[in-house]
């Protein structure tokens, strides 16, 4: 069901490392908890299931989880939350079946609320197949998406993910983010997500929650965030992107590509399995991104984008340059070097073409 926001502020010592962090959540979609590792994030969705003892206050919806100033803390087990960890953790004795039960007789015990349906969880992470399966003969995906289907089946108000990916190699890392995408479309349960990818969660987020060091250092719309001038991914690298909203109009299977209509303009990406028709996002980052006054030929990038340069930004002590360009249907960011931009003379409304490098998929729905 859904709830009107999450609240939450933490404070104190985890073994010697300070928290200190205050963040406001959507009622709906998924957030993510963005840093690097040993950043705090862990530590802060630990507080939230009320496994790390931290002073502060806690309020999903209406209800108070934890204030510490009028003494509230509601246990863990009593906490209506599904947890999902680095690692699946199922239990080997049982079957897929015999865990998301498990699931399920622990909502109604913890919380008296009425459990996901089976068919319904079942259906959704597409697990028919498995049900009768042992955990150690599935594959680290297949794991992870039981692990999912044993969290919802405890009804819960919140969804907790902790880097459910990194244990994963690149096939079932493709494989449950797609099932994660599933459920944002399909369920009004907030999820929040920790990560320290930032490709997950350029793809997955609604809304970001930077930490470092145990504080908050940014908090907004994830495309907001991503598209700001001054944002940095948490290895340092200056890492301006943008989400856009594109269109399938077709494929060349052959050539392993899909073509998209972006705007009035058409561009290709590397196949995905979509109709005709279908609303995908892709996220175009600044430094794929090179311009030129007039359109190149004989070039083997295939993307050039027609627009006009709406701003430009210089960093300090950096020799490059941030352009946006207008391309009618959104804007895109460019990074280039202050004696390219002199040479080429570039300033706020020439018109240019955006050669794009590189765009990668960023999920269905846009």
């Known amino acids: 069901m859904a709830i009107k926001g999450i609240s939450a502020a933490f404070r104190g010592n985890n073994r010697g490392f300070e928290v200190d962090l205050a963040f406001e959540m959507p009622h709906e979609g998924i957030t993510a908890l963005f840093g690097a590792s040993g950043s705090g994030k862990t530590t802060i969705l630990r507080a939230i299931a009320g496994l790390q003892s931290l002073d502060g206050r806690l309020q999903v919806g209406a209800d108070v989880w934890q204030d510490s100033t009028e003494n509230i803390f509601l246990p863990p087990h009593e906490r209506p939350v599904g947890y999902v960890f680095q690692e699946a953790s199922l239990f080997p004795h049982l079957s897929v079946e015999q865990n998301i039960r498990y699931g399920l007789n622990r909502a109604v015990k913890a919380t008296g609320n009425a459990p996901m349906a089976l068919d319904d969880i079942v259906s959704l992470l597409k697990l ?56 944002h479309r399909e369920l009004a349960i907030p999820m929040l997500y920790v990560s320290h990818d930032f490709a997950e969660v350029a793809r997955l987020a609604d809304h970001l929650v930077l930490v470092s060091n145990g504080r908050k250092q940014a908090e907004g719309p994830a495309r907001k965030l991503f598209e700001s001038l001054d944002f940095q991914a948490p290895d340092g690298r200056f890492e301006t992107s943008v989400v856009l909203n594109a269109t399938v109009t077709g494929h060349n299977r052959d050539a392993f590509i899909t073509r998209l209509r972006l705007g009035e303009q058409a561009v290709t990406i590397p196949l995905v399995e979509a109709k005709e028709g279908d609303a995908v996002s892709l996220r175009l980052r600044a430094r794929d991104v090179a311009l030129a006054t007039k359109r190149p030929e004989a070039i083997s990038i295939r993307n050039i984008l027609e627009g006009t340069i709406s701003d430009i930004h210089t960093h300090p ?50």
């Open 128 to 183: 028919e197949k498995l049900m009768h399966r042992a955990p150690n003969g599935l594959s680290g995906g297949e794991r992870q998406r039981v692990a999912l289907a044993r969290a919802l089946a405890r009804a819960p108000k919140l969804l907790l993910l902790d880097e459910p990916l990194s244990a994963l190699d690149a096939a079932g890392r493709q494989e449950v983010l797609a099932h994660l995408e599933d459920l």
């Open 317 to 366: 002590a950096s020799c490059l340059a941030e352009v946006q360009v207008d391309i009618g249907c959104g804007h895109i960011r460019a990074q280039v070097t202050l004696d390219a931009m002199a040479d080429l003379g570039l300033k706020v409304g020439d018109p240019v073409f955006a050669l794009v490098k590189s765009m990668s998929f960023d999920g269905f729905g846009g």
